[in-house]
T-cell receptor, first 114, second 112 residues
Framework: NAGVTQTPKFRVLKTGQSMTLLCAQD?????MYWYRQDPGMGLRLIHY???????AKGEVPDGYNVSRLKKQNFLLGLESAAPSQTSVYFC?????????????FGEGSRLTVL | SQQGEEDPQALSIQEGENATMNCSYK?????LQWYRQNSGRGLVHLIL?????REKHSGRLRVTLDTSKKSSSLLITASRAADTASYFC????????????FGKGTSLLVTP
Protein backbone atom coordinates (compact mmCIF):
# COMPACT_ATOMS: atom_id res chain seq x y z
CA ASN A 1 0.00 0.00 0.00
CA ALA A 2 2.46 2.63 -1.25
CA GLY A 3 0.26 5.77 -1.41
CA VAL A 4 2.48 8.69 -2.46
CA THR A 5 6.13 7.93 -3.20
CA GLN A 6 8.81 10.55 -3.72
CA THR A 7 12.24 9.97 -5.22
CA PRO A 8 14.95 10.75 -4.40
CA LYS A 9 14.66 11.20 -0.64
CA PHE A 10 17.91 13.15 -0.38
CA ARG A 11 19.96 15.05 -2.93
CA VAL A 12 22.86 17.49 -2.84
CA LEU A 13 23.34 19.77 -5.83
CA LYS A 14 25.79 22.44 -6.80
CA THR A 15 24.52 25.85 -7.83
CA GLY A 16 23.47 25.79 -11.46
CA GLN A 17 22.88 22.05 -11.70
CA SER A 18 19.53 20.66 -12.72
CA MET A 19 17.46 17.85 -11.30
CA THR A 20 13.99 16.33 -11.29
CA LEU A 21 11.97 15.15 -8.33
CA LEU A 22 9.50 12.39 -9.06
CA CYS A 23 6.19 11.92 -7.30
CA ALA A 24 4.13 8.80 -7.93
CA GLN A 25 0.73 7.97 -6.47
CA ASP A 26 -1.16 4.71 -6.79
CA UNK A 27 -4.57 5.94 -5.61
CA UNK A 28 -5.83 7.15 -9.00
CA UNK A 29 -6.09 10.70 -7.66
CA UNK A 30 -6.84 13.56 -10.03
CA UNK A 31 -5.18 16.32 -8.03
CA MET A 32 -1.48 16.52 -7.25
CA TYR A 33 0.59 19.18 -5.55
CA TRP A 34 4.17 20.17 -4.86
CA TYR A 35 4.96 22.07 -1.66
CA ARG A 36 8.20 23.21 -0.12
CA GLN A 37 8.76 23.41 3.63
CA ASP A 38 11.29 25.74 5.14
CA PRO A 39 11.97 26.41 8.83
CA GLY A 40 9.63 29.06 10.16
CA MET A 41 7.76 29.30 6.85
CA GLY A 42 5.43 26.35 6.96
CA LEU A 43 4.43 24.76 3.67
CA ARG A 44 4.21 26.83 0.52
CA LEU A 45 2.57 25.68 -2.69
CA ILE A 46 4.88 25.58 -5.70
CA HIS A 47 2.76 24.07 -8.48
CA TYR A 48 -0.28 21.87 -8.69
CA UNK A 49 -2.21 19.80 -11.22
CA UNK A 50 -5.93 19.16 -11.49
CA UNK A 51 -5.57 16.25 -13.89
CA UNK A 52 -3.37 14.51 -16.41
CA UNK A 53 -1.81 16.98 -18.81
CA UNK A 54 -2.58 20.04 -16.67
CA UNK A 55 -0.37 22.15 -14.44
CA ALA A 56 -0.77 25.49 -12.69
CA LYS A 57 1.35 27.86 -10.63
CA GLY A 58 1.08 28.10 -6.90
CA GLU A 59 2.44 30.65 -4.46
CA VAL A 60 6.18 30.23 -5.17
CA PRO A 61 6.60 28.86 -8.73
CA ASP A 62 9.72 30.76 -9.83
CA GLY A 63 12.70 28.55 -10.59
CA TYR A 64 10.60 25.40 -10.90
CA ASN A 65 8.84 23.58 -13.72
CA VAL A 66 6.42 20.69 -13.55
CA SER A 67 4.88 18.10 -15.80
CA ARG A 68 1.98 15.67 -15.45
CA LEU A 69 2.23 13.44 -18.51
CA LYS A 70 0.71 10.49 -16.69
CA LYS A 71 -2.05 10.67 -14.13
CA GLN A 72 -0.04 8.85 -11.50
CA ASN A 73 3.13 10.93 -11.82
CA PHE A 74 3.92 14.57 -11.08
CA LEU A 75 7.45 15.75 -11.78
CA LEU A 76 9.11 18.81 -10.29
CA GLY A 77 12.15 20.16 -12.12
CA LEU A 78 14.84 22.61 -11.17
CA GLU A 79 16.60 23.83 -14.30
CA SER A 80 19.35 25.80 -12.58
CA ALA A 81 19.44 25.18 -8.85
CA ALA A 82 20.09 28.04 -6.44
CA PRO A 83 20.95 27.94 -2.72
CA SER A 84 17.54 29.51 -2.01
CA GLN A 85 15.98 26.27 -3.25
CA THR A 86 17.49 24.31 -0.38
CA SER A 87 14.39 22.93 1.25
CA VAL A 88 12.30 19.88 1.95
CA TYR A 89 9.89 19.20 -0.88
CA PHE A 90 6.59 17.44 -0.35
CA CYS A 91 4.30 15.98 -2.93
CA UNK A 92 0.64 15.40 -2.15
CA UNK A 93 -2.39 14.05 -3.95
CA UNK A 94 -6.13 14.11 -3.43
CA UNK A 95 -9.23 12.65 -5.05
CA UNK A 96 -11.19 15.86 -4.57
CA UNK A 97 -10.46 19.54 -4.88
CA UNK A 98 -7.96 20.41 -2.16
CA UNK A 99 -10.23 22.18 0.26
CA UNK A 100 -12.92 19.49 0.17
CA UNK A 101 -10.79 16.40 0.38
CA UNK A 102 -7.98 14.91 2.33
CA UNK A 103 -4.45 15.39 1.01
CA UNK A 104 -2.12 12.40 1.09
CA PHE A 105 1.52 13.36 1.45
CA GLY A 106 4.75 11.67 0.52
CA GLU A 107 7.60 11.42 2.99
CA GLY A 108 9.49 14.35 1.50
CA SER A 109 12.63 14.96 -0.52
CA ARG A 110 15.40 16.88 1.21
CA LEU A 111 17.37 18.98 -1.26
CA THR A 112 20.55 20.88 -0.46
CA VAL A 113 22.02 23.31 -2.98
CA LEU A 114 25.60 24.32 -2.33
CA SER B 1 0.35 34.01 0.94
CA GLN B 2 -0.44 31.77 3.86
CA GLN B 3 -4.03 31.89 4.91
CA GLY B 4 -3.86 30.26 8.33
CA GLU B 5 -1.69 31.11 11.31
CA GLU B 6 -1.35 28.77 14.26
CA ASP B 7 -0.89 29.85 17.83
CA PRO B 8 1.14 29.13 19.88
CA GLN B 9 4.22 28.37 17.80
CA ALA B 10 5.36 25.88 20.41
CA LEU B 11 3.63 24.09 23.26
CA SER B 12 5.11 21.83 25.92
CA ILE B 13 2.90 19.76 28.22
CA GLN B 14 3.01 16.58 30.27
CA GLU B 15 1.32 13.33 29.43
CA GLY B 16 -2.29 13.30 30.47
CA GLU B 17 -2.77 17.03 30.02
CA ASN B 18 -4.88 18.57 27.29
CA ALA B 19 -3.29 20.47 24.42
CA THR B 20 -5.04 23.32 22.66
CA MET B 21 -3.85 24.88 19.43
CA ASN B 22 -5.48 27.75 17.63
CA CYS B 23 -5.66 28.77 14.00
CA SER B 24 -6.70 32.11 12.60
CA TYR B 25 -7.34 32.78 8.94
CA LYS B 26 -7.97 35.84 6.85
CA UNK B 27 -10.70 35.27 4.30
CA UNK B 28 -13.88 33.25 3.98
CA UNK B 29 -13.43 29.51 3.70
CA UNK B 30 -15.44 26.49 2.68
CA UNK B 31 -13.63 24.02 4.90
CA LEU B 32 -10.73 23.90 7.31
CA GLN B 33 -8.47 20.93 7.87
CA TRP B 34 -5.93 19.96 10.50
CA TYR B 35 -2.81 17.93 9.76
CA ARG B 36 -0.10 16.40 11.87
CA GLN B 37 3.58 16.01 10.99
CA ASN B 38 5.97 13.83 12.90
CA SER B 39 9.61 14.88 12.75
CA GLY B 40 11.12 14.07 9.37
CA ARG B 41 7.88 12.68 7.96
CA GLY B 42 5.10 13.79 5.67
CA LEU B 43 1.87 15.39 6.85
CA VAL B 44 -1.06 13.24 7.84
CA HIS B 45 -4.67 14.39 7.71
CA LEU B 46 -6.46 14.52 11.06
CA ILE B 47 -9.84 16.09 10.55
CA LEU B 48 -11.88 18.32 8.24
CA UNK B 49 -14.54 20.71 9.48
CA UNK B 50 -16.96 22.41 7.13
CA UNK B 51 -17.86 26.07 7.35
CA UNK B 52 -21.41 25.22 8.47
CA UNK B 53 -20.13 23.08 11.34
CA ARG B 54 -19.15 24.47 14.73
CA GLU B 55 -17.59 21.45 16.35
CA LYS B 56 -16.33 18.05 15.33
CA HIS B 57 -14.86 15.13 17.24
CA SER B 58 -12.57 12.30 16.25
CA GLY B 59 -11.27 10.09 19.03
CA ARG B 60 -9.27 12.33 21.39
CA LEU B 61 -9.46 15.24 18.95
CA ARG B 62 -11.97 18.03 19.17
CA VAL B 63 -12.05 20.78 16.57
CA THR B 64 -14.09 23.93 16.75
CA LEU B 65 -14.70 26.52 14.08
CA ASP B 66 -15.88 30.08 14.56
CA THR B 67 -16.40 31.63 11.15
CA SER B 68 -17.38 34.99 12.64
CA LYS B 69 -13.96 35.24 14.27
CA LYS B 70 -12.22 33.41 11.44
CA SER B 71 -10.63 31.00 13.87
CA SER B 72 -10.43 27.33 14.70
CA SER B 73 -9.03 25.36 17.58
CA LEU B 74 -7.72 21.83 17.90
CA LEU B 75 -7.95 20.19 21.29
CA ILE B 76 -6.10 16.96 22.02
CA THR B 77 -7.35 15.43 25.24
CA ALA B 78 -5.29 13.22 27.56
CA SER B 79 -2.11 13.79 25.57
CA ARG B 80 0.43 11.02 25.11
CA ALA B 81 4.13 11.18 24.30
CA ALA B 82 3.24 9.81 20.86
CA ASP B 83 1.27 13.01 20.19
CA THR B 84 4.56 14.91 19.99
CA ALA B 85 4.51 16.42 16.51
CA SER B 86 3.80 19.61 14.60
CA TYR B 87 0.19 20.45 13.88
CA PHE B 88 -0.97 22.53 10.93
CA CYS B 89 -4.26 24.04 9.96
CA UNK B 90 -5.05 24.31 6.28
CA UNK B 91 -7.65 26.26 4.37
CA UNK B 92 -8.52 26.53 0.71
CA UNK B 93 -6.09 28.57 -1.31
CA UNK B 94 -8.07 31.45 -2.70
CA UNK B 95 -5.55 32.08 -5.43
CA UNK B 96 -5.73 28.58 -6.85
CA UNK B 97 -9.20 27.50 -5.90
CA UNK B 98 -7.96 23.94 -5.75
CA UNK B 99 -5.06 23.62 -3.33
CA UNK B 100 -4.66 24.11 0.39
CA UNK B 101 -2.80 26.86 2.18
CA PHE B 102 -1.01 25.73 5.31
CA GLY B 103 -0.09 27.74 8.37
CA LYS B 104 3.35 27.65 9.95
CA GLY B 105 2.30 25.07 12.51
CA THR B 106 2.35 24.52 16.25
CA SER B 107 5.12 22.32 17.59
CA LEU B 108 3.76 20.17 20.41
CA LEU B 109 6.04 18.39 22.87
CA VAL B 110 4.45 15.92 25.27
CA THR B 111 6.80 14.73 27.99
CA PRO B 112 6.25 11.52 29.99
Amino acid sequence: NAGVTQTPKFRVLKTGQSMTLLCAQDMNHEYMYWYRQDPGMGLRLIHYSVGEGTTAKGEVPDGYNVSRLKKQNFLLGLESAAPSQTSVYFCASSSQKGDTGELFFGEGSRLTVL
Amino acid sequence: SQQGEEDPQALSIQEGENATMNCSYKTSINNLQWYRQNSGRGLVHLILIRSNEREKHSGRLRVTLDTSKKSSSLLITASRAADTASYFCATDAISSGYALNFGKGTSLLVTP
